[in-house]
């Protein structure tokens, strides 16, 4: 897995820090969006600081390697920008869930047809928002 990462990093011109290896690793076995304070808890043991992590969290995004997710919470949260899914937030708990089902390419021509401003659509992100069965249960 390792390997891959480093091959990741190169493929988009970044050298194979440590730290961008610890960060991406991360990604790479978790199957949830991750912040920028859970990265660092997660990477407690390899004394990688706040400011490194915030660093190379934007670095990654900007080269495409992951992207942002907005999860409606007060910190930004970032993925591996390669697969393509969509999540589904408890907004109780911060669950989330994931789901590979995606519909939006089926109406970006309709979009694309109604819109007085755009020519054409490169991509998209969605993620929706409920109350999981867990908080259901005990509100
Ligand atoms: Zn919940
Ligand atoms: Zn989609």
Sequence with gaps: MTSDLKGLLRTKGFKATPSRLAVLSLFS?????????????????????????YRTLSSLEQAGVLKKVDLQRESVHYELSENHHHHVVCTHCGKTESFETCEISSI????????????????????????CKKCASTA
């Excluded at 970006?108 to 109350?131: M, Y």
């Design 29 to 53: 076995n978790e199957c949830g969006p991750i912040d920028a304070k859970l990265a660092l808890a997660k990477l407690k043991s390899k004394k990688i600081n706040l400011v490194t992590i």
């Design 108 to 131: 970006v021509g309709k979009i694309l047809k109604n819109s007085p401003q755009f020519q054409s659509i490169s991509g998209h992100s969605l993620e929706l928002f409920g109350i």
